[in-house]
């Protein structure tokens, strides 16, 4: 792999030195959670808050999520108290554990499914919620605890496992995958700028780019809307149109050709040629990165975090353009 990579690179650098400032100027993608980072941000943050008394309490719990069913609605309501701005963590009600139930699992901890209604293609629920229930912070604070959080699992030993108001099982652990961090800065210095495109909220995937060194401007996000004082909304920003589309999956499609390529009628569906002539290298680990996997023109490679269908398309490599390298911190 490390020779086709080598060759590539080469190959980039000698292309755009012969025609620099091109009107078709390529670019790289690659996911961040699991590929240029060995975890999942947007799911630490998650317990993070919930364990910290983090969340602000939301007027409804409808306002947080339209996927929410009526049962999960029940089971939030039921343990929220009225007189507290903030949501309890877990020695304040049985709320900490709904919550972390609804996002893990996508059940209550009666077993009722939490979610219902959405387009698994275009949406992840927990994901969406997550960036939703920062309502009320500045993207600054959104900053501040993501550095409490990259502190705390940097800190843990590989392999720990979280806990939290009788619910366990989850990585309590994380840690920068520096071979693709140098991968991406190899690109940049080839001449191909490289976006992380993520389902984790912005502001958190923003402040990750910015603490290895990648450009923070080139970041997509789950976005929330902003309020006139500059604090988040539990609303998130579509893409051209579309409702309920996140940068996951058929989304990441969407919201590339919307924000890197200028489109106002992004397609979910398929790429457009000129996103693909442009989209030279991509990198994720799961099926919903498949989407811009497949987009891209010139090479693809995918981290075999676990079995799914974006690490058997890399395996069976039938275009010769798809690589695959296992976790470098494990499974």
């Not at 012969?18 to 240029?36: C, E, K, M, N, S």
């Not at 108001?165 to 994380?174: E, F």
């Not at 030279?280 to 498949?290: K, V």
């Not at 490599?317 to 390298?325: A, K, P």
Request: proline share 6%.
């Amino acid at each position: 792999m490390r020779a086709r990579l080598d060759a590539f690179l080469a190959a980039c650098a000698r292309e755009l030195a012969v025609a620099p400032g091109r009107d078709d100027a390529p670019f790289a993608v690659f996911d961040w959670d699991h590929t240029l980072f060995h975890g999942d941000i947007g799911d630490a943050l998650f317990v993070h808050m919930v364990k910290n008394d983090g969340f602000f309490r939301p007027l409804t719990w409808q306002d947080t999520s339209p996927f929410l069913t009526h049962e999960a609605v029940d089971a939030l309501a039921g343990f929220t108290p009225r007189d507290s701005a903030r949501l309890p963590g877990p020695g304040g009600s049985g709320l900490a554990r709904e919550m972390v139930s609804i996002y893990l699992h996508h059940r209550t901890s009666g077993g009722a499914a939490a979610f219902s209604g959405f387009n698994p293609e275009t949406t992840h629920p927990s994901y969406a919620w997550c960036a939703s229930l920062l309502a009320g912070h500045t993207p600054s604070q959104v900053a501040d605890l993501t550095h409490e959080v990259m502190v705390h699992l940097f800190d843990r030993p590989a392999g720990a496992t979280g806990e939290l108001a009788g619910l366990h099982g989850w990585a309590d652990w994380a840690r920068q995958a520096i071979p693709m961090i140098n991968l991406a800065n190899r690109l940049e210095a080839a001449g191909v700028p490289v976006w992380i495109v993520s389902a984790s909220p912005q502001h958190v995937v923003e402040t990750c780019a910015r603490h290895v060194g990648l450009d923070p401007v080139r970041v997509i996000g789950v976005r929330s809307r902003l309020a006139n004082d500059g604090r988040l909304l539990s609303r998130l920003e579509t893409c051209g149109g579309h409702d309920g589309v996140i940068p996951y999956d058929l989304g990441k499609r969407c919201w590339i050709q919307r924000i890197i390529c200028g489109r106002t009628d992004p397609c979910l569906e398929r790429s457009d040629d000129r996103t693909r002539a442009r989209l030279w290298f991509a990198a994720g680990d799961s099926d919903g990165d498949l989407a811009f996997l497949q987009d891209a023109s010139r090479l693809r490679l995918v981290i075999a975090h676990r079995d799914n269908r974006a690490v058997r398309m890399a395996t069976g490599n039938e275009d010769g353009r798809w690589l695959v390298n296992p976790p470098f911190y494990g499974a």
